[in-house]
């Protein structure tokens, strides 16, 4: 996720035999009411005959490292057998229900959702008249017995409306979608909106589609984009190895709040027309690189995600940091930005580093693990991990491609990590991408990894920058060698065919 600087009732009971699911949920907008709500319907077959079934709403949304307490707005609930006998409900927390389904073999759980506050980086559930956005765990219960079944969605939509998701459409049935289970339907948020334009790109064999959405009287440059994000995929999809997905969508929110959330297939991000290639690309590149970042190579606290509990890790860092590193990277290689603007970018960053006295109090690793004692979703005590794992990234790159005579780079760290930890293999942890590091660069770096993630010393920064000819100001040194301009040349090299 990231933030970005500038900002009737009707309810169908489709028979879901044909799709040989035990759960399903039915979603329909009731936008017109006042206030408006959406009415969710959960249909589920029994798989332990009598026994309690207990539903959670999640207390927080992955990417947003703050308690939101999605059951809070939870309206009307009550299930009922499978003739509309009302079945007895106990709400023994502010989160939980349980359902005694009786001698019933297949019961319906009915609730009602409200407008809801957005988190840090996204809208959690937004109900206009003529938007309806939904991110899932805002929105969806979830039955912690049934959490890995395979689920179906059935989206109701108003006259006129079109229903877009990552999900996997069911053929031949109108808005119905596939889920894996809860983990896959709830990272796919649902737009439903009677305003939209939509483009389409592949590229290496997966299909991108950009939708923008809301304020669509303030946008007439849509198409210009479509050849910029296609650079950044090719760019991305080259460095770790192929797409992370067959389907990727871009839920462009023009005119919208907040900044950006990464989903497994997807991701929301704001946009604001005007804004330059060299301002909005790297936003893009941060969060289609999250797809592999965090969304597939994950720490071992988010796999599986427990959507109650606060989960603590050491590598917001890595997650966030690194992600942005390479966006930065991403957006020059595709030639997308001068090297003027590259080279300034890093020299704000390196000032913004050295300005900050939260560096000599909280280490990357702290900053990390106690974002939960901050609202924010950027660091703790004053120490933004986007920031600081930025540079440790440029710290561990420089070291690795010094180490390797350039044959390795913090890339290969991420194909080694994604080999060995990507969905649906276990996360990983900060040991494991020490190790990973180890490896790429052939020799021990583990001294310059502690010191960059668990010390608050001074990062080592004019000893990694001479290693390719620059200062810390990133101005060229005197007298440099062929070693150093080749590193340079490489580091911000502009590749061929982006
Ligand atoms: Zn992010």
Same mark, same amino acid.
């Given at each position: 996720?990231?933030?970005?600087?500038?900002?009737?009732?009707?309810?169908?009971?489709?028979?879901?035999?044909?799709?040989?699911?035990?759960?399903?949920?039915?979603?329909?907008?009731?936008?017109?009411?006042?206030?408006?709500?959406?009415?969710?319907?959960?249909?589920?077959?029994?798989?332990?005959?009598?026994?309690?079934?207990?539903?959670?709403?999640?207390?927080?949304?992955?990417?947003?490292?703050?308690?939101?307490?999605?059951?809070?707005?939870?309206?009307?609930?009550?299930?009922?057998?499978?003739?509309?006998?009302?079945?007895?409900?106990?709400?023994?927390?502010?989160?939980?229900?349980?359902?005694?389904?009786?001698?019933?073999?297949?019961?319906?759980?009915?609730?009602?959702?409200?407008?809801?506050?957005?988190?840090?980086?996204?809208?959690?559930?937004?109900?206009?008249?003529h938007l309806i956005y939904i991110n899932g765990p805002?929105?969806?219960?979830?039955?912690?017995?049934?959490?890995?079944?395979?689920?179906?969605?059935?989206?109701?939509?108003?006259?006129?409306?079109?229903?877009?998701?990552?999900?996997?459409?069911?053929?031949?049935?109108?808005?119905?979608?596939?889920?894996?289970?809860?983990?896959?339907?709830?990272?796919?948020?649902?737009?439903?909106?009677?305003?939209?334009?939509?483009?389409?790109?592949?590229? @290496?064999?997966?299909?991108?589609?950009?939708?923008?959405?809301?304020?669509?009287?303030?946008?007439?440059?849509?198409?210009?984009?479509?050849?910029?994000?296609?650079?950044?995929?090719?760019?991305?999809?080259?460095?770790?190895?192929?797409?992370?997905?067959?389907?990727?969508?871009?839920?462009?929110?023009?005119?919208?709040?907040?900044?950006?959330?990464?989903?497994?297939?997807?991701?929301?991000v704001v946009y604001f027309p005007g804004l330059t290639?060299?301002?909005?690309?790297?936003?893009?590149?941060?969060?289609?690189?999250?797809?592999?970042?965090?969304?597939?190579?994950?720490?071992?606290?988010?796999?599986?995600?427990?959507?109650?509990?606060?989960?603590?890790?050491?590598?917001?860092?890595?997650?966030?940091?690194?992600?942005?590193?390479?966006? %930065?990277?991403?957006?020059?290689?595709?030639?997308?930005?001068?090297?003027?603007?590259?080279? %300034?970018?890093?020299?704000?960053?390196?000032?913004?580093?050295?300005? @900050?006295?939260?560096?000599?109090?909280?280490?990357?690793?702290?900053?990390?693990?106690?974002?939960?004692?901050?609202?924010?979703?950027?660091?703790?005590?004053?120490?933004?991990?986007?920031?600081?794992?930025?540079?440790?990234?440029?710290?561990?790159?420089?070291?690795?491609?010094?180490?390797?005579?350039?044959?390795?780079?913090?890339?290969?760290?991420?194909?080694?990590?994604?080999?060995?930890?990507?969905?649906?293999?276990?996360?990983?942890?900060?040991?494991?991408?020490?190790?990973?590091?180890?490896?790429?660069?052939?020799?021990?770096?583990?001294?310059?990894? %502690?010191?960059?993630?668990?010390?608050?010393?001074?990062?080592?920064?004019?000893?990694?920058?001479?290693?390719?000819?620059?200062?810390?100001?990133?101005?060229?040194?005197?007298?440099?060698?062929?070693?150093?301009?080749?590193?340079?040349?490489?580091?911000?090299?502009?590749?061929?065919?982006?």
């Amino acid at each position: 996720m990231k933030y970005i600087t500038t900002v009737l009732f009707m309810i169908l009971f489709p028979n879901i035999a044909c799709c040989h699911a035990i759960i399903s949920y039915d979603i329909s907008p009731l936008q017109t009411l006042d206030p408006p709500l959406i009415q969710i319907v959960i249909s589920l077959t029994i798989s332990s005959p009598g026994k309690v079934i207990e539903l959670d709403m999640p207390k927080w949304c992955p990417g947003d490292y703050q308690l939101q307490n999605f059951g809070q707005y939870v309206e009307g609930f009550h299930a009922e057998g499978p003739n509309g006998e009302l079945l007895n409900v106990i709400h023994p927390d502010s989160y939980s229900w349980d359902v005694n389904p009786e001698d019933y073999s297949r019961i319906k759980i009915y609730y009602l959702i409200p407008n809801e506050p957005p988190g840090n980086f996204s809208q959690n559930v937004q109900i206009e008249n003529h938007l309806i956005y939904i991110n899932g765990p805002g929105a969806l219960l979830y039955l912690p017995d049934y959490r890995y079944k395979k689920t179906i969605l059935h989206v109701h939509p108003p006259g006129g409306f079109s229903v877009i998701t990552a999900l996997r459409k069911v053929s031949d049935t109108p808005d119905s979608y596939y889920a894996s289970g809860y983990d896959a339907l709830s990272d796919a948020p649902l737009l439903i909106t009677s305003r939209l334009k939509q483009y389409h790109f592949t590229a @290496n064999g997966t299909t991108y589609t950009l939708v923008f959405f809301d304020h669509l009287n303030e946008l007439n440059d849509g198409e210009r984009w479509v050849d910029v994000f296609r650079k950044i995929a090719v760019t991305e999809n080259r460095m770790m190895g192929g797409p992370a997905s067959s389907v990727y969508h871009f839920l462009i929110d023009v005119g919208g709040v907040n900044g950006g959330l990464e989903h497994a297939d997807s991701c929301r991000v704001v946009y604001f027309p005007g804004l330059t290639v060299q301002e909005y690309a790297p936003f893009i590149a941060h969060e289609l690189l999250h797809s592999w970042n965090v969304k597939r190579i994950r720490p071992v606290a988010l796999a599986p995600i427990h959507y109650i509990h606060p989960v603590t890790t050491r590598s917001l860092w890595f997650v966030e940091g690194v992600t942005e590193y390479f966006a %930065q990277l991403t957006v020059r290689r595709a030639g997308l930005e001068s090297r003027d603007y590259f080279l %300034q970018y890093w020299r704000n960053i390196v000032g913004k580093y050295l300005n @900050n006295p939260a560096r000599k109090l909280v280490t990357a690793d702290e900053s990390s693990a106690d974002v939960w004692k901050t609202q924010t979703s950027d660091g703790y005590g004053g120490l933004s991990y986007y920031t600081e794992g930025e540079l440790v990234a440029l710290c561990l790159d420089l070291e690795i491609r010094h180490a390797t005579d350039n044959h390795s780079t913090l890339a290969t760290v991420m194909r080694l990590l994604k080999k060995r930890y990507s969905a649906p293999l276990a996360g990983y942890t900060q040991l494991d991408i020490e190790n990973a590091v180890n490896d790429a660069a052939g020799e021990n770096l583990s001294p310059l990894f %502690q010191s960059l993630t668990a010390s608050t010393q001074t990062m080592p920064l004019m000893k990694e920058l001479g290693y390719m000819g620059l200062n810390i100001r990133f101005e060229n040194l005197e007298d440099t060698t062929h070693a150093q301009r080749e590193l340079m040349r490489s580091w911000s090299e502009v590749l061929s065919n982006p």
